[in-house]
């Protein structure tokens, strides 16, 4: 047991290529984790970070095996990344449409397009988007021109994600759409009554989610495994419902816990090779981290009706 | 909150509970019944003493106690026989929808209340759904029956049936618990009354041993002046301000479809348009704020047809006051200040420039209308949630008249309110239309919509039904009676 | 024909069963989307139990009561203390796929034995008796069993009283509460039973569509038990009626396959998804949902 922790804590923290695991695992899920903060902040419950951040990386990859192979560096880079975002948005966007056209619950239909997408992929990569030598099912290795700038293995993604983190604060907390997507999360029925559709905010956020789940995704292809295989995303759409629980749905405190969750992700693999402690481990702590995260606003509550009556008098 | 209240009821009695709104009845009366726990206190029922620890909604029910609540406790989706049957402790593990049915059937006729109960509860009548919960009630064996506000969804002919059901009840000794913020119904049917204010006991005394005006000096604790009435109206001219036209929609029930009203309000007028609930109130109220589409017809401001969008209507001028908090669109959760803006996402320059929201504009706004409109706590960025209802509601007010519209939809403005608040309200709406604003008035409440009305119209069924000057309650009553009969 | 029909039925009976199970929870309120991982934790520990115990039908009563166990955490998260059930029932989900997924590699070591598995209803002559064998009697006890639960909460749900007061819990909790039924513990028994059927579920998984346990081994399955229980608008019958269209579609595709038609296999994988995708666009809006479906109910304070 205490093998484990130590592997854990040495495999996270304990030396520098241990940060650069665990920054590197960071990474997408300060994407991913924003962008399940930004749709449960409007109640859109979009479950499906997981599938859009696929989809991302499949479209990534056939721009950058397939459409603009040759291309240079400062076009290809954003290329994919707007690929990503493209894929992304396309799944949540089919979500969205789904519940603003048919009142299809996003619940569900983000959890069936988890499935979709990895069916895709595996479907691409035996296909049209295998290796030349079509060994394994697998895509080509990315150009070198693809691939994101990185500093030791750490790549130029990290920084985006924090500007993205930046960029979200600001959304919510001080532009106009941010107000009307608290709005309607915080009371959909008075909020159309104040001239907002849940409707098209409900669109809205998941295409917007999608993107950044999307962008996520593209970032893992283009910067940490240089192309696109089958067990690309070991769950980091759904780790990230757990990092924007435990922020509270605040994008800056998705920054702490985003490293957490991937310290967690990067000491469980040290555990795992070191002491034979399945990774699969990790989630059950994501799972416990959740109920934890809610089991405190629970908490909370229970102190509040106090306050309510006393402002309630003191009115 | 109750402070220290006592009450009595004998068999065969009808004690009135007689207060304003806010004043505790009904806090009091969910006490009785078990759905609130309250602090301190005693409770006897029938001489024996009751363990207040012990006391909840089933212990209440196994003591006799029925409650008829304001907002029906029937489930909507059950059938009025299952509705009976349901929470019987008497009653066995089966249900046989059958014999249910005609159990129900003979309940009904016993007790002279006539519902379809093979029936819905949500296709009833509002008048059958109370006629339904006095029944289970009775049917499970109540000795003493509480009424609470009964008569707000009946129509007068409606309620004045209810008042010789409950007479008959007492002559077979039961005791009734009534109440009610009108002294006209107190009247008609209480032996004694007992005055809240503020959640406490003001007064308990015999019903003829009062007089009205004594009475509701009590209710208030103090005079309330008559509502100053501005000078009529100039005489119309030119452009209605707000005219709809053949104006339908579908409904929640077949009752409430609009049915091609035609509507005319002119500015500087208060048109008041009184109906009782699920006769297209709703819906109008909708597609007033944007947020139904009518199936015909349009809508007009100033002569200029208007998409029945929420942004386009308040671009037009419309603003949409109403009693429901969400209706009303404020937002519990997010504070003063944001939901003083709330509805000026999309274009209002003072508070969202460039796709930005200047808070400081915001609060500086919210806290001069929080002076003008005496709002406590005038503090814009305190969580509009933890406000008291009337306090909620003057930041409504405020908001909406906030641009002077030059059309005010108030649907139920004062709904919930005590009475100052109430009479803030109706005091705002008099001062838009002598501004010149046009003002229509939907409002269950008839006294409302004779204090404040230049022109009264019905909505009954769907349709608009005109209301001559002068006419008296029992003559609207008997028009608002085409609509619960069914 | 007969064997694709047999297919089909004998695929239907975890889509049946599981969605039997969600359809309990959501007449009383609820949303469990956790209904996935609990049908997981149900085939791991029936799994567990049967290998242990040489005993199938053990297994399967460890499975109802694992299921029981899962649902006993969601019920103390979502009635108890009020959270959002979507997150609650992800957490479910999460834990689940980790427990079982780290359970079975430290018990088995990623080579799990073989369980004894529950056999047909009544093997022998019976059984091969054209159409009918293949159909009832070669069919295994779940199918039977999820058939006669359907009947029974048919009857349940309209014919007894505490029936009617699930129904009036999922419909108007304040309205049930105020006749003196009390929402929580309706509200939890549902999710009780709810849960081991899911449970049951999932021992169908592995102890009688295969014999084995493998991580993740649902795959969406107790997804598509929700979308059933919306195509199925909230009736038992509904419910039953849209599993086998679920089990016709999986058996359709599973054909298809072994013809070998050239189409690639991750297009099969994809099939049961997009289907219910599209049944639900089509079916979504008509029907009505519990009216106080997903809303965590409190008695209001003094």
């Not at chain 1, 159309?192 to 809205?204: D, K, N, Q, V, Y």
């Not at chain 2, 501004?435 to 009954?460: H, I, N, P, W």
């Not at chain 3, 749900?157 to 006749?179: H, I, K, N, Y």
């Amino acid at each position: 047991m205490s093998d484990a922790l130590l592997a854990l804590l040495s495999g996270s923290v304990g030396s520098l290529a241990a940060w650069e695991a665990t920054l590197r695992e960071t990474t997408p899920l300060l994407i991913t984790g924003l962008a399940v903060a930004l749709a449960f902040r409007g109640g859109v419950w979009n479950i499906g970070a997981e599938g859009q951040l696929l989809a991302g990386a499949l479209c990534a990859t056939i721009v950058a095996t397939r459409w603009c192979v040759d291309a240079p560096a400062w076009l290809l880079v954003p290329a994919v990344a707007l690929a990503g975002a493209f894929g992304g948005a396309l799944f949540g966007g089919i979500a969205g449409g789904l519940r603003a056209a048919r009142g299809v619950s996003e619940v569900i239909s983000t959890i069936l397009l988890n499935f979709v997408a990895g069916s895709l992929v595996a479907l691409a990569i035996q296909g049209p988007l295998q290796e030349a030598a079509r060994a394994y099912p697998k895509s080509d290795p990315f150009p070198a021109a693809a691939l994101l700038p990185s500093l030791g293995r750490v790549h130029v993604g990290l920084l985006v994600a924090l500007a993205l983190v930046w960029l979200a604060h600001v959304l919510v907390f001080r532009t106009a759409f941010g107000f009307r997507l608290r709005a309607v999360g915080l009371a959909p029925k008075a909020a159309r009554f104040a001239g907002i559709s849940p409707e098209r905010i409900a669109l809205t956020t998941l295409v917007l989610s999608g993107a950044l789940a999307g962008l996520a995704g593209a970032f893992e292809v283009a910067g940490v495994t240089g192309q696109l295989y089958a067990g690309l995303s070991a769950g980091t759409g759904y780790t990230a419902i757990a990092v924007a629980l435990l922020a509270r749905l605040q994008p800056l405190w998705v920054i702490p816990s985003a490293l957490l969750f991937g310290a967690l992700e990067a000491g469980a693999a040290a555990m795992q090779r070191e002491a034979g402690v399945p990774a699969v481990v990790t989630q059950i702590v994501q799972g416990a981290v959740i109920l934890l995260a809610v089991g405190v606003s629970i908490g909370r509550r229970r102190a509040r009706p106090r306050l309510d009556r006393a402002s309630a008098e003191a009115g | 909150m109750l402070d220290d209240v006592s009450l009595d009821v004998a068999s065969g009695e009808v004690l009135a509970l007689l207060g304003e709104n806010g004043a505790g009845k009904s806090t009091l009366m969910n006490v009785l019944c078990g759905l609130v726990k309250p602090d301190a206190g005693v409770l006897e029922l029938g001489g024996e003493r009751i363990d207040l620890a012990q006391w909840g909604p089933r212990a209440a029910l196994a003591h006799a106690v029925g409650m008829v609540h304001q907002h029906s406790a029937l489930v909507p989706a059950l059938t009025v026989a299952e509705n009976l049957r349901f929470g019987d402790p008497q009653a066995g593990l089966w249900f046989h929808p059958r014999a249910e049915q005609r159990a129900a059937e003979a309940l009904s006729r016993r007790f002279g209340l006539e519902v379809p109960v093979g029936r819905r509860v949500e296709d009833l009548s509002p008048g059958q759904r109370q006629r339904a919960e006095i029944l289970r009630a009775l049917g499970r064996g109540a000795r003493l029956l509480i009424l609470d506000e009964p008569t707000a969804v009946l129509t007068p002919n409606e309620a004045s049936a209810l008042f010789s059901a409950v007479r008959r009840l007492c002559e077979a000794g039961r005791a009734v618990i009534f109440i009610s913020h009108k002294l006209s119904e107190v009247e008609a049917v209480a032996d004694r009354v007992t005055i809240l204010r503020r959640g406490r006991v003001v007064a308990s005394l015999a019903v003829r041993d009062l007089a009205a005006r004594e009475l509701g000096r009590l209710m208030l604790g103090r005079d309330l002046p008559p509502l100053a009435r501005r000078a009529p109206p100039a005489p119309r001219s030119g452009e209605p301000a707000l005219a709809l036209q053949g104006l339908s929609t579908s409904g929640a029930s077949e009752a409430s479809r609009l049915r091609g009203l035609a509507l005319e309000v002119f500015a500087g007028e208060i048109v008041g348009l009184v109906g009782i609930d699920g006769n297209g109130q709703r819906e109008l109220e909708e597609v007033l704020a944007g947020v139904r589409r009518p199936s015909a017809g349009e809508v007009r401001v100033a002569g200029r047809r208007v998409a029945l969008q929420p942004r386009a209507l308040r671009r037009a001028g419309l603003a949409h006051l109403s009693g429901d908090r969400e209706s009303a669109g404020l937002v519990r959760g997010m504070s003063l200040a944001q939901n003083f803006i709330l509805k000026g996402s999309w274009d209002d320059r003072r508070f969202f420039r460039h796709g930005r929201i200047d808070q400081a504009a915001a609060r500086r706004a919210t806290q001069a209308a929080a002076q003008r409109f005496g709002i406590v706590p005038p503090d814009p960025d305190l969580d509009i949630a933890l406000l008291s209802g009337g306090n909620a509601q003057k930041l409504a007010v405020a908001r909406e008249l906030d641009g002077e519209p030059a059309v005010l939809v108030a649907v139920n403005p004062t709904r919930g309110l005590d009475v100052g608040s109430a009479r803030f309200v109706h005091e705002q709406l008099l001062a838009r239309s002598a501004a010149g604003g046009a003002v229509l008035l939907l409002s269950t409440e008839l006294d409302e919509v004779l204090a404040l009305a230049d022109r009264l119209l019905a909505l009954v069924r769907g349709e608009l039904r005109e209301i001559e000057a002068g006419a008296d309650r029992a003559a609207i009553g008997a028009l608002l009676l085409g609509a619960g009969a069914g | 024909m007969e064997a694709l029909i047999e297919a089909a039925l004998r695929l239907a009976a975890p889509l049946l069963l599981a969605a039997l199970g969600e359809l309990v929870i959501e007449r009383a309120g609820l949303i469990h989307i956790g209904i996935e991982g609990t049908m997981l934790t149900g085939a791991f520990v029936g799994f567990v139990v049967a290998v242990g115990t040489g005993s199938a039908l053990t297994g399967v009563a460890a499975a109802a009561c694992a299921g029981a166990g899962v649902g006993a955490l969601f019920a103390a998260f979502t009635v108890l203390g009020r959270v959002d059930q979507i997150v609650v029932g992800t957490a479910v989900n999460l834990l689940a796929l980790g427990a079982t997924g780290a359970g079975s590699r430290a018990l088995y070591g990623g080579a799990p034995p073989s369980a004894p598995t529950l056999g047909p209803l009544l093997p022998g002559p019976l059984a091969e008796v054209p159409w009918l064998g293949s159909l009832w009697f070669a069919q295994t006890a779940f199918l039977h069993a999820g058939l006669l639960l359907t009947l029974v909460i048919g009857l349940v749900l309209t014919r007894t009283r505490p029936g009617l007061q699930l129904r009036a819990v999922g419909e108007s909790a304040r309205a049930a509460d105020s006749e003196g039924v009390s929402v929580p513990l309706v509200r939890c028994l549902a999710v009780l039973i709810g849960s081991s059927l899911a449970g049951i579920a999932g021992a169908s998984l592995s102890l009688a569509q295969s014999d084995s346990f493998t991580e993740g081994m649902t795959a969406g399955r107790g997804f598509i038990a929700l979308a059933i229980v919306i195509f199925g608008r909230w009736s038992s019958v509904g419910v039953l009626l849209a599993s086998l269209f679920f089990g016709f579609v999986s058996a359709l595709q599973f054909r298809l396959q072994a013809r070998g038609s050239g189409i690639p296999y991750p297009v099969f994988l994809m099939f049961p998804y997009l289907v219910t995708l599209a049944v639900l666009a089509l079916a979504s809006g008509r029907a009505r949902a519990p009216a106080d479906l997903g809303r965590a109910y409190a008695r209001e304070a003094s």
